[in-house]
């Protein structure tokens, strides 16, 4: 199975900063990986498939970069809105993985 | 907005099994892949398997072979994941997902279903 390691495993930041997340995969996965959001008590939502496509309806703020092993996941300016965990996905393999997921917490 | 809509709470013993349904109202089975994601209590998403809704083929994660079994209903639009000879640390919400356009990102989340394993 792939595994994918999320780090910072949480982060603590502020209204207006930027954050940057990271995903590592064990193999090359090319830009098979998506991104999402969770908020307590509901579903995740999909941020940013084929490691670069923001989904739509999801804002500019979120931009996500990387192929191969290695990507990136950045909120531009944090909203208080984005204060959530964050998970990443292989795609390129089944069985499908997420990273341990990212905690972004107010500052 | 696509909506997956899934069936309510379910407590049960251990050694029993739950079927969990998932129903886009109104939909109309495309091809695109459902798929079932589990995520116990305070933990991060395991991904248990998918199901074709057109031809009933189903893919499941090794960890679940041979204790889950996906179905659908295609006169109603519906999935079905049924896990048998539950444990305790089967407790967790279960959700249906939906790819996007083909490719295996869930555009598409059904609400969760809380599975609760208890003597």
């Known amino acids: 199975d792939i595994q994918m390691t999320q780090s910072p495993s949480s982060v603590s930041a502020s209204v207006g900063d930027r954050v940057t997340i990271t995903c590592r995969a064990s193999?090359?996965?090319?830009?098979?990986l998506a991104w999402y959001q969770q908020k307590p008590g509901q579903a995740p939502k999909l941020l940013i498939y084929?490691?670069?496509s923001l989904q739509s309806g999801v804002p500019s703020r979120f931009s996500g970069s990387g192929s191969g092993t290695d990507f990136t996941l950045t909120i531009s300016s944090l909203q208080p809105e984005d204060f959530a965990t964050y998970y990443c996905?292989?795609?390129?393999?089944?069985?499908?993985?997420f990273g341990q997921g990212t905690r972004l917490e107010i500052k | 907005q696509e909506q997956l809509v899934q069936s309510g709470a379910e407590v049960k013993k251990p050694g029993a099994s739950v079927k969990v349904s998932c129903q886009t109202p109104?939909?109309?089975?495309?091809?695109?892949?459902f798929h079932w994601v589990r995520q116990a209590p305070g933990q991060g998403l395991e991904w248990m398997g998918w199901?074709?809704?057109?031809?009933?083929?189903?893919n499941y994660a090794q960890n679940f072979q041979g204790r889950v079994t996906m179905t659908r209903d295609t006169t109603i639009g519906a999935v079905y994941m049924e896990l048998s000879s539950l444990k305790s640390d089967d407790t967790a919400v279960y959700y249906c997902?939906?790819?996007?356009?083909?490719?295996?990102?869930?555009?598409?989340w059904g609400q969760g279903t809380l599975v609760t394993v208890s003597s």
């Open positions: 997902a939906r790819e996007k356009e083909g490719e295996p990102f869930f555009a598409f």
């Open positions: 109104g939909y109309t089975f495309t091809g695109h892949f």
């Open positions: 199901i074709n809704p057109n031809s009933g083929g189903t």
């Open positions: 193999q090359g996965i090319s830009s098979w």
């Open positions: 084929a490691a670069t």
């Open positions: 996905q292989q795609a390129n393999r089944f069985p499908i993985t």
